[in-house]
Nanobody, 122 residues
Framework: QVQLLQSGGGVVQAGDSLRLSCAAS????????MGWFRQAPGKEREFVAT????????YYADSVKGRFTISRDNAKNTVYLQMNSLKPEDTAVYYC???????????????WGQGTQVTVSS
């Protein structure tokens, strides 16, 4: 069992930056593919980014490519999402997730963080 605890988020203006963190307890994150997803009001939860268990491979949704960076520190059992050049359309609840396979589908991730709100004002 893996427990994921998120931190970061908040209210920022367009163009600002934020960093989200996702710390694990219970088991090491080293064995898991990690992902970030987000859910805006009235919309389905969508894929944002994923990183391989060793951190050597990453993949991003087109909407965030070039602005967001996913990274991990396995020694600290923590995954990060650095978000730069934020836009109002990035406003959503962001979730980190741990899974056993490389995927952009939320069904592939078994463990989820509690979610954290990111609000970007124009």
């Amino acid at each position: 069992q893996v427990q994921l605890l998120q931190s970061g988020g908040g209210v920022v203006q367009a163009g600002d930056s934020l960093r989200l963190s996702c710390a694990a307890s219970g088991r090491t994150l080293r064995a898991y593919v990690m992902g970030w997803f987000r859910q805006a009001p009235g919309k389905e939860r969508e894929f944002v980014a994923t990183i391989s268990s060793g951190g050597g491979s990453t993949y991003y949704a087109d909407s965030v490519k070039g602005r967001f960076t996913i990274s991990r520190d396995n020694a600290k059992n923590t995954v990060y999402l650095q978000m730069n050049s934020l836009k109002p359309e990035d406003t959503a609840v962001y979730y980190c997730a741990a899974g056993s396979s490389w995927s952009v589908r939320r069904e592939a991730y078994a463990y989820w963080g509690q979610g954290t709100q990111v609000t970007v004002s124009s």
